[in-house]
């Protein structure tokens, strides 16, 4: 008997459409590795896989085509080398890299049957929906957290997509909140993580402005405060090694800062003042701690154990980072990184979490939850991820017929009368920014093309835009009727490239819905008589662009000031959605200049959230 055999029986007439079919599955991740060997099983014959990441010891648990051995080594790469025994005959492409990179643009895309999400963040599961939106290919999106897990079918124009709807967004927290007034164990776990830890062995804050400041404006005083505690720890961190190494450390990040805190009485009206903490009186109680308290990760230690541990992992990256720094190889400049998997700075950054917490009287936290949190640990279960995965393949058949009516949006809760529920389709969002906007494919010469090139000789004569109307990258804006400073600069200058997309929006009375222009190399002139002008930005098709729908008149809401009438600022989530420009502008400056990005630190404001640092 074939080894298919029973595959055709259950398939049928199916089986032979699936064989041909050529598929993308993007995510090597606890999704990824069931996805891939389900789609292996089920007889299709071309996959192509891609992923940015590397293996963690952390993924074992829950991501089966991984070993201990292949640890550091790509998803990518061993997902198919140990999937392919499943099916040798079928065809795998592994790509160690990141589905935002230019190679795989729109038309990249547009050679696949289907594409599958097996993604864990919100930004790349943005991006691949809005080049299958793009290149019209059907996109399966799948996620779990915990017991919880939702597979949906996404089609450009016949069902919603992944942003027609909005996304919860993080909260932000301002730095001097992180530094000066904690209130949960979540801001304790950040500032040893993405402080105390680089201060140290990392890159000081003194040496580069790392740290976004934008939210606290208002305090000018306090912001030159922490930029002094910063200089303070560099000059602390000379003496790394010597005896005195840990006590410097300690009385200052524990009992000056907190003392200088306390002098600050406006900031305790209305809460507890921190209370500073003796080295010495804490050193006399760690004559009964146990030498190996660190390898317990599942109560909390007490304060005792943690000055012990603090101690004990201070000494341990001081000696690593010397030897980093002093071998025959070595880097003078190296610095250290925190590593959920790294039991040093795991060990380091629980200990001072929860001395700090103690100062602050919140609740200490064991190691076991410190590594979740620090690590931004989404809880995962196996069986939630095979069962999403196998629900993603059943969707994939009737995507394949085209049979999106009964394709449905699938939900595995396990609070639920049921485990796994169901329910239709929606249809498109006719406001949604990204699956309403229309996509078509400029021909840009990016040698000589300037923005004044693509605003005059392609939007407003060829299009017929008015003058109300702006454009955005992935920079943010570079013109609007109050930004022109930049038409004369060439689009390459002002960051666009090849497989870019360019925004066009409309801002005039009666807008069209917003243009997506796909940036793609110009062709060569097929004759001499062709002008320069004409291949410089050419159109690959001239569009259709239909007005947007007018959205109902909300009610006049009161000033909160003073009681009159006015218009009510959106914030910048709901302005994104509603086609706006975001508030990023790109004047005066070109990208070969540079671009100073700010890493503000994202907070999940529930007590035990993940941390989400802004790091490009």
């Known amino acids: 008997m074939a080894r298919d055999a029973h595959l055709k029986r259950s398939l049928g007439t199916q089986a032979r459409r699936i064989k041909e079919s050529r598929v993308l599955l993007v995510g090597a991740g ?51 080398e140990v999937a392919q025994k499943f099916q040798p005959s079928t065809k795998i492409e592994a790509y160690h890299a990141n589905v935002k990179d230019s190679q795989f643009g729109v ?85 040893a993580k993405s402080y105390l830890l680089p201060e140290l062995f990392g890159t000081s804050e003194a040496d580069t402005e790392s740290m976004d400041y934008s939210e606290d404006a ?5 912001i030159e405060n922490l930029k002094e505690e910063a200089i303070a720890l560099q000059k602390i961190r000379q003496s790394m ?22 002098g600050m009485e406006d900031m305790w009206k209305t809460r507890k003042a921190p209370e500073p903490m003796d080295f010495d009186k804490l050193e006399e109680a760690m004559s009964t701690v146990e030498s190996a308290i660190s390898l317990t990760d599942q109560r909390v230690w007490t304060l005792a154990e943690n000055l012990a541990v603090f101690k004990d992992s201070l000494e341990r990256l001081s000696k ?24 040093d700075t795991l060990d380091f950054v629980t200990a001072s979490a929860n001395l700090r917490a103690t100062i602050f009287d919140i609740e200490p936290k064991s190691k076991f939850d410190t590594k979740q949190m620090a690590g931004n640990i989404i809880p995962a279960i196996a069986t939630t991820n095979a069962m999403a995965a196998g629900l993603c393949v059943l969707q994939s058949f009737k995507v394949l017929k085209g049979d999106y009516e009964h394709a449905k949006m699938v939900f595995l809760e396990r609070s639920a009368a049921r485990a796994i529920n169901s329910e239709p389709l929606n249809s498109p969002n006719p406001n949604c920014p990204v699956c309403s906007a229309i996509y078509v494919k400029v021909k840009v010469d990016l040698t000589r093309a300037s923005l004044n090139d693509l605003v005059e000789n392609l939007l407003r004569k060829q299009l017929e835009y008015g003058e109300e109307f702006s454009i955005n990258t992935e920079q943010g804006t570079i013109y609007d009727p109050d930004l ?19 925004t066009v929006i409309d801002e005039d009375d009666q807008p069209r819905v917003n243009l997506q222009l796909i ?70 400056v070109s990208i070969s200049d540079g671009v100073d990005k700010a890493h503000p630190i994202n907070l999940d404001e529930s007590d035990g959230g993940a941390i989400l640092i802004d790091d490009d």
């Open 107 to 191: 038309d990249w895309f547009a050679g696949f049957n289907v594409v599958f999400n097996a993604l864990d963040n919100l930004d790349a599961r943005r991006h691949v929906n809005k080049m299958c939106l793009a290149a019209d290919v059907p996109l399966i999106e799948s996620g779990t957290t915990g017991f919880n897990g939702q597979v949906q079918v996404i089609k450009k124009g016949v069902t919603e997509c992944y942003d027609c709807n909005s996304k919860e967004v993080p909260k932000s927290f301002p730095v001097c909140t992180i530094r000066s007034t904690p209130s949960q164990p979540i801001h304790c776990i950040v500032w």
């Open 320 to 343: 690593r980072l010397k030897t980093m720094q002093e071998s025959d190889d070595g880097d003078s400049s190296a610095i250290m990184e925190f590593d959920k998997d790294d039991v």
């Open 218 to 222: 208002d305090n000018a005083k306090e």
């Open 519 to 588: 940036v793609v190399p110009v062709e060569k002139p097929s004759s001499e008589e062709s002008s320069a002008e004409e291949q410089i930005v050419v159109l690959d098709k001239v569009p259709e662009i239909p007005r947007k729908p007018k959205a109902p008149t909300p009610a006049p809401e009161a000033d909160q000031v003073n009681g009159t009438l006015g218009k009510r600022k959106r914030g910048p989530e709901e302005a994104e959605l509603n086609g706006d420009p975001p508030t990023k502008r790109v004047a005066e």
């Open 30 to 80: 606890g999704i990824g590795c069931e996805l891939l060997k389900n789609l292996l099983l089920t007889g299709f014959g071309e996959i192509h896989l891609i992923d940015l990441d590397t293996i963690d010891l952390s993924n074992l648990n829950r991501q089966f085509l991984f070993r201990y051995e292949h640890i550091k080594k790509s998803k990518a790469l061993v997902a198919k």
């Open 241 to 262: 090694g010597s005896p005195e190494f840990t006590r410097k450390v300690f009385e200052k990040v524990f009992k000056d800062d907190i003392t200088r805190l306390r």
């Open 484 to 502: 022109d400073d930049n038409l004369p600069k060439k689009l390459s200058d002002l960051g666009v490239e090849y497989s870019s997309f360019v």
